[in-house]
């Protein structure tokens, strides 16, 4: 008997040990999982607001026996006690109406990024992706936070259970009270923040989905529009390369180059316009009533705007060409360098002009396109003439000569202007095509005039458009050289003679005194 009471004695000690040594490993689990749940800033904020509530009816409690008791030194105590209490429900107060539902749900609305229009908008909608798609991972990384908590949370319970199972101890199973209670609303929060992240994670990805679908619309149109862009220029280059291969002037092949940019431009513009604008009603619309107001506004440039395409479309001035333009009393003689939008650029050339009125030259002179409509252009060198009729005068004196001189100036001019005149003949023969002359005179012309101080002869010659001074100094000269060589041949010119009576000159001769 005293064998079976000892070896119950040590079954039961072994069994105690056993469960003593479970029951710590158990323990020793809990404090490790305690260690990371008290870690955890939800369970710090749960925990706050545990401790703010209980705080909160503990001051309940005490202002009940505050109200019961009539001792004052009780009174006292409890006042001291209510007041800490007050102390550290101020410090917790930020945890009065903690709701972690609120807290961890997710944003009610996403972001959502106007519709792309054009591919400038792309880079906009990448940097949208990218922060959703951010937004998206933050509260992720924190839904997964907490339902890593209620996990420990949820394993921290098990252990608890059965710690409670082998050591049924009150501290035990207020313990397992506990952790229950805190599961429960845990594993409440964690179901809706469920439900909530899993809306705005469609949420999130139908905005990803859509502004992915509109960045690759709008990549494949700017593709298309680059790629019509580029068969543009490269038929502008062709056409350019075609222009040059036949087109021998360069006058010609400038003019229609600059043409072939302006369609060009012209073109890339409306294929951009129509490509990107939605509404093209709309914009019509809008820029019928903006170019009326514009037209009124700014009519000298719409004024220049049709007058450049009068001037390319028309053919009446291209670069190369010299023009005179009469702006007032002022005129201006050069050669076209430029034909831009709006204006005509000129370089001013020494010319007879010059000469004669305005001894200024070499200046750049810019002349509105419009001017084709209110002044007066002349054109020296219009479709490739390269000629134009200049004309000197010689005065002689009625008693010189004249068929001599007549003679000498015809053989002169018509010696120094023969390569001009047969130049002038082909150039008329090619303008009788487009124009009506029937009888073009380009064979020097001569007359003679009375004039109050002589005869004048007066030679008219065609010379070159671009150097008609020079011609025109070089018979000058020679016809003066000629004409010294001639005893009855006298230039004639403005001449005054005084006559003075022979008495009255002696008269003055003897009185005029004559010092020694």
């Known amino acids: 008997m005293k064998k079976i009471i000892i070896l119950a004695l040590f079954f039961i000690t072994a069994f105690a040990d056993t469960n003593r040594t479970i029951s710590k490993s158990i323990q020793e689990k809990i404090d490790t999982l305690n260690t990371i749940i008290n870690a955890s800033i939800w369970?710090?904020?749960?925990?706050n607001f545990m401790k703010y509530q209980n705080i909160n009816d503990e001051i309940l409690v005490l202002n009940l026996d505050l109200k019961k008791t009539t001792d004052i030194l009780t009174q006292e105590e409890?006042?001291?006690?209510?007041?800490?209490?007050?102390?550290?429900?101020?410090?917790?107060?930020?945890?009065?109406?903690?709701?972690?539902?609120?807290?961890?749900?997710?944003?009610?609305?996403?972001?959502?990024?106007?519709?792309?229009?054009?591919?400038l908008a792309i880079i906009?909608?990448?940097?949208?992706?990218?922060?959703?798609?951010?937004?998206?991972?933050?509260?992720?990384?924190?839904?997964?936070?907490?339902?890593?908590?209620?996990?420990?949370?949820?394993?921290?319970?098990?252990?608890?259970?059965?710690?409670?199972?082998?050591?049924?101890?009150?501290k035990n199973i207020q313990a397992l009270k506990q952790s229950d209670q805190k599961l429960k609303e845990f594993k409440q929060i964690l179901n809706f923040i469920s439900t909530s992240y899993s809306?705005?994670?469609?949420?999130?990805?139908?905005?990803?989905?859509?502004?992915?679908?509109?960045?690759?619309?709008q990549t494949l149109k700017a593709i298309n529009i680059l790629i019509f862009i580029v068969f543009v220029i490269a038929v502008s280059f062709l056409l350019k390369y075609i222009a040059k291969k036949y087109i021998k002037d360069n006058e010609r092949y400038y003019t229609a180059t600059k043409i072939i940019n302006f369609i060009n431009i012209n073109i890339i513009?409306?294929?951009?316009?129509?490509?990107?604008?939605?509404?093209?009603?709309?914009?019509?619309?809008?820029?019928?009533?903006?170019?009326a107001g514009l037209?009124?506004?700014?009519?000298?440039?719409?004024m220049s705007m049709l007058g450049w395409c009068v001037i390319v479309f028309g053919g009446s001035f291209r670069v190369g060409d010299r023009i005179k333009v009469f702006q007032n009393d002022t005129t201006y003689v050069g050669d076209i360098i430029d034909i831009s939008f709006l204006r005509i650029t000129l370089y001013e050339e020494l010319t007879l002009e010059t000469y004669m009125k305005n001894r200024r030259s070499g200046r750049i002179i810019f002349i509105p396109n419009n001017y084709v409509f209110t002044n007066l252009l002349a054109n020296y060198t219009h479709h490739g003439m390269k000629t134009i009729l200049d004309g000197i005068d010689i005065n002689i004196s009625f008693d010189s000569n004249i068929e001599k001189a007549q003679e000498i100036v015809e053989k002169i001019v018509t010696h120094h202007s023969k390569k001009y005149t047969e130049l002038a003949r082909k150039n008329m023969h090619r303008l009788q095509d487009e124009y009506s002359i029937k009888n073009p005179k380009v064979d020097p012309r001569f007359f003679v005039f009375f004039e109050h101080w002589g005869m004048r002869i007066s030679a008219w010659y065609m010379t070159s458009s671009y150097a008609a001074l020079v011609l025109r100094s070089?018979?000058?000269?020679?016809?003066?050289?000629?004409?010294?060589?001639?005893?009855?041949?006298?230039?004639?010119?403005?001449a005054q003679n005084l006559y003075l009576d022979k008495m009255d000159l002696n008269h003055k001769i003897k009185n005029f005194p004559i010092k020694e």
């Open 43 to 47: 369970n710090i904020r749960y925990e």
């Open 78 to 119: 409890i006042k001291r006690k209510i007041n800490n209490l007050k102390e550290q429900l101020n410090l917790l107060k930020e945890y009065k109406d903690l709701n972690f539902a609120q807290i961890l749900s997710a944003p009610n609305h996403v972001e959502i990024l106007p519709k792309l229009t054009n591919p």
């Open 124 to 170: 906009g909608a990448f940097s949208h992706i990218k922060k959703i798609r951010g937004e998206k991972e933050e509260y992720l990384s924190k839904f997964n936070e907490f339902k890593n908590l209620v996990d420990r949370i949820k394993e921290k319970n098990l252990e608890l259970k059965e710690l409670v199972d082998f050591d049924p101890n009150p």
């Open 199 to 217: 809306v705005y994670e469609k949420k999130i990805d139908e905005e990803i989905s859509r502004v992915s679908s509109e960045i690759k619309l």
């Open 269 to 291: 513009l409306l294929i951009v316009l129509f490509a990107y604008i939605e509404n093209i009603s709309y914009l019509v619309t809008i820029l019928g009533f903006a170019s």
């Open 295 to 302: 037209a009124i506004a700014m009519k000298d440039m719409f």
């Open 474 to 494: 070089t018979i000058s000269k020679e016809i003066i050289k000629e004409f010294k060589k001639h005893r009855d041949i006298k230039i004639a010119y403005p």
